[in-house]
């Protein structure tokens, strides 16, 4: 008992007990409802995330997330009974974040949605209706490819004769023409609202403003910018305040799907898929009203999902001293976590995943939701952290950004408390970034600290993973701050030059073996990201030199992993093409 005391008295004056890292792999879920009901990017495995959570803390804890982007924290911090800050400076993150924690009453919301489908379904029917091939009777398509100009095919559905594809006829092309031509009469009398704002440039929206996109309404054909402006409409005129917000969800999902960056892959149906705006050669119109109501389906599941999961312990907080008295569980903030309103040394642990350089341009990207869900108001990416050429913010910028939250993440977290964050990048620049940032700011990188998590396991066949050969599993770092911080906890015996020749045996001995470039990579950051710890704060010079040295050793090898790369895409094309073959027989 008197052990027990003694702890709390501790835990009282901001010291934590301290932890061994998490040392077992997780093998990674695909996401829970709550996590397919909106789009954000480069979510981690909730599964993983929890695990975390549990490890490093204990119920009525307090978790910090200085970077909470799709919400996986803050959802499973209160899933597991935990009190939570989850803080992002992206207006869309901290969105996505607070409609998943909420609860809703899901009667309401069918009940509103019926009402709106009541006086739009006959509308949206004649705004998609085409010919059954059939029998010649009305249908309407759930979606259209164009080629350019011209429609070419389209999945119809008939109420007599049930759902096919079929060729786009010139009736189908009169009456796409027919929606333009009356497209800025029919807003005028409806008194319809759509976006203005232009595509600001950024290096994600240079190419398709090069192809002549200005305009954000110029992302979507006349029919589907119609179609929403007419859904907005009818969900802003709805009474029932929680319904109409989540319904306004539910539109905002649909958004990733309604756009002309919608396109077939292997005749598969796929939205807005790329950390960039992209237009393909041959593009999608999908019918609105149909991806409004599959995304309300999946915005009820997942609904259901958070309500069983966290139900009443949802409490929101409008300041942190709500969460200290145990009157709140979650503190959502929209703002740079470089200055947090969080006492000092109050917070259990920081557990985050933070931007990975310019892997994902955030704000450029978020701009397409935000420009709806806030009346054409762009994000302020000033206090972004990033990599980005149009911003100006270069690789010093970035891990200056990152250092300053770091160290605010110091000030809050108490004493002997841990720092975990996952991370990952092809770029060793970005690690050593993220690295020297962290221990910069007093973090110890604990002996046992870096632990390789694989993906989930779709994401390996991904686009991005194949083609651009990064790292699609992450680290998991676990810094600590020390109890007594002029403690040299750090120390070691490693120089410049015994990290030089352990990076050529590492390289000697496994570069005739058949592994790829994302591979030897995580064999040799397992090597250097210690070295990088231990001198950051003595010899950033000698960090430097270490990168340097792995990057030109890697540079050397580029052809064998170009040839290795082309033998695995050429591999993974077959079987997708066996795959397809197999499912359309």
């Not at 495995?45 to 695990?51: I, S």
């Not at 509103?112 to 209706?129: C, D, G, M, T």
Request: net charge positive; hydrophobic share 40%.
């Amino acid at each position: 008992m008197e052990v027990e005391e003694t702890l709390d008295r501790l835990l009282n004056l901001g010291v934590k007990r301290e932890r061994k890292p998490i040392s077992k792999v997780v093998k990674a879920k695909p996401h829970s409802p709550v996590y397919t009901m909106h789009k954000f990017w480069a979510r981690r495995p909730y599964n993983v995330f929890a695990e975390l959570i549990n490890h490093y803390s204990e119920p009525g804890d307090i978790v910090l997330d200085p970077f909470c982007g799709g919400g996986v924290t803050v959802v499973e911090s209160l899933r597991l009974r935990r009190k939570v800050v989850g803080v992002d400076v992206n207006p869309l993150a901290t969105y996505v974040t607070e409609m998943e924690v909420r609860p809703l009453n899901i009667e309401n919301f069918w009940r509103e949605f019926e009402k709106i489908k009541n006086r739009l379904e006959p509308e949206f029917s004649e705004l998609y209706r085409t010919a059954c091939p059939l029998c010649s009777g009305r249908a309407i398509f759930d979606w259209m490819e164009w080629a350019g100009d011209e429609p070419t095919k389209m999945k119809y559905i008939c109420p007599k004769c049930g759902a096919g594809i079929k060729e786009a006829t010139q009736e189908d092309a009169a009456i796409a023409r027919g929606i333009e031509e009356s497209f800025d009469r029919i807003v005028s009398e409806r008194q319809l609202w759509y976006p203005k704002a232009a595509i600001p440039k950024g290096d994600k929206t240079g190419g398709i403003i090069n192809d002549g996109y200005q305009y954000f309404w110029q992302l979507f054909t006349k029919r589907n910018l119609l179609a929403l402006s007419l859904l907005y409409k009818k969900i802003s005129e709805v009474k029932d305040q929680e319904a109409r917000e989540f319904l306004k969800f539910a539109f905002s999902s649909s958004l990733k799907w309604a756009s002309k960056q919608s396109h077939l892959r292997g005749g598969i149906v796929e939205g807005w898929a790329m950390h960039a705006y992209w237009i393909y050669p041959k593009t999608l119109e999908i019918n609105v009203w149909n991806t409004f109501y599959r995304r309300c389906v999946a915005v009820a599941r997942g609904k259901k999902y958070s309500n069983i999961n966290i139900g009443k312990y949802y409490r929101r907080a409008e300041s942190f001293k709500e969460l200290l008295d145990n009157r709140a569980a979650c503190l959502i903030l929209t703002q740079s976590s470089t200055n947090l309103p969080i006492e000092d040394e109050s917070i259990d642990v920081v557990i985050t995943d933070p931007p990975y350089g310019g892997n994902v341009n955030y704000g450029e990207l978020a701009d397409y939701w935000t420009v709806w869900l806030n009346h054409d108001k762009l994000i302020d990416k000033t206090e972004e952290i990033i990599i980005n050429k149009s911003q100006r913010k270069d690789l010093n910028d970035y891990e200056h950004g990152l250092m300053l939250v770091f160290k605010e993440c110091y000030r809050v977290l108490k004493k002997g408390g841990s720092l975990v964050a996952t991370f990952n990048s092809r770029n060793l620049n970005v690690v050593a970034s993220f690295v020297i940032a962290a221990t910069q700011a007093g973090f110890i990188l604990h002996p046992q600290g870096l632990l390789y998590q694989p993906p989930i396991k779709a994401y390996t066949t991904t686009f991005h993973a194949i083609f651009v050969g990064a790292f699609v599993g992450d680290f998991i770092f676990t810094f600590y701050k020390p109890v007594d911080p002029k403690v040299n906890e750090a120390s070691t015996t490693a120089d410049l030059n015994n990290f030089k020749e352990c990076i050529d045996e590492l390289i000697k001995n496994h570069v005739n073996e058949k592994i790829t470039e994302p591979e030897l990579r995580e064999k040799a950051y397992k090597v250097l990201i210690p070295f990088l710890a231990a001198h950051a704060r003595t010899d950033i010079r000698m960090c430097r030199e270490a990168v340097n040295y792995f990057e030109t050793q890697m540079k050397k090898l580029e052809p064998h992993f170009r040839e290795l790369r082309k033998r695995i895409i050429e591999e993974r094309r077959k079987i997708f093409s066996l795959k397809h073959k197999s499912l359309s027989r």
